[in-house]
């Protein structure tokens, strides 16, 4: 999957991910439908990703 927008790293709210990630998996636990299971699966891939470019953007400054 891939996403239409690009995230600047400044942009990026740990906190904020760490949340539509926990979301995301109660949403994907207390599946009523398939659509929103999907839907629940998509935003989990995304807060997943942003926690990873964090996490990257971490490594990076800290070996300057």
């Known amino acids: 999957v891939l996403a239409d927008t690009a ?14 990630k926990r979301l995301a998996e109660e949403a ?4 009523s439908s398939q ?3 999907a839907k ?16 990257k953007l971490r490594k990076d400054v800290s070996k300057h």
């Open 40 to 55: 629940a699966q998509a935003e989990l891939i995304e807060a997943v990703a942003q926690l990873q470019a964090i996490q």
């Open 28 to 31: 994907m636990k207390d599946k």
């Open 7 to 20: 995230i600047r790293g400044h942009d990026l709210d740990e906190a904020s991910a760490l949340e539509a």
């Open 35 to 37: 659509l929103d299971y």
